[in-house]
């Protein structure tokens, strides 16, 4: 389908417009759509994590966002290669730069978040000189499962959202027997999981302009002004005991 298609707000025949919100930052200081990075777990042709992905970013294009989804399918693993040499790498890294917030949706395997899930996290650093390609966006978690529902993968995305600096909605999103879940074209039935996903991504957009004009003040840190300064301390002495 291309992308203008995919995007289509006809094209939500889930979401009770009625009662949807087209712009849901209205009056909270909007300028720009948010701008929003969604990452999915899993590599399978018919892939659920991606379909939920892929629902989100329609209902954020709703929501006025703009999106952005990762494709992992050619990313190495960590410490494969050198990291600074792989396109996908550089892709994923130049995506959550860009980005003012996040989605994560991981399939449950084994009780967690699966290695391409994974992967994916592991590829973005703290810190890429000057610049941090996660710190102080938001996030917003989600996975799908096999069987019964569980917040295990979630779970573990807030842990690793925390580690990486970044803000979680207090919202997720879980669904249960995911493959029940779409239809034959991959679109998810009308349901409360489908609900939930409105929820999480109305909400996400809400805190990500929210946060917008508090961005650099609310990951301002001592300990790292406290670093800063010292290298310059350290690299003024240098210069001035070379001219002496």
Known sequence: MPLRELFDPDLLPALDLHYAQRRPAAGL????????????GS????????????????????FGADTRIFDPSTLPLPDQISNDDHPAVRE????????????????????????????QIDHLPLSIGALRPTQGRTLAVMQVSGGSQSFNAVNTLRLLGRWMRMFTIPNQSSVAMAWKEFDEQ???????????????????????????????????????????????????????????
């Not at 399939?107 to 699966?114: F, K, L, M, S, V």
């Open 29 to 40: 200081g909007s300028g720009e759509p948010p701008r929003i990075l969604l990452l999915y």
């Open 43 to 62: 590599l399978r042709e018919r892939s659920f994590s991606r379909l939920a992905v892929e629902e989100a970013a329609r209902l954020l294009r709703f």
């Open 92 to 119: 994923l890294r130049e995506l959550s730069l860009w980005s003012e917030g996040q989605v994560w949706c991981s399939p449950e395997r084994h009780g967690a978040i699966t290695a391409v899930m994974k992967a």
């Open 186 to 244: 991959g679109r998810m039935k009308p349901s409360a999981y489908y609900e939930r996903i409105v929820d999480v991504m109305e909400e996400l957009v809400r805190f990500t302009v929210l946060l917008r004009p508090h961005a650099a003040s609310l990951v301002d840190r001592y300990s790292e002004r406290r670093e800063v300064g010292l290298k310059a301390d350290a690299t003024a002495a240098l210069a001035k005991a070379a001219t002496v």
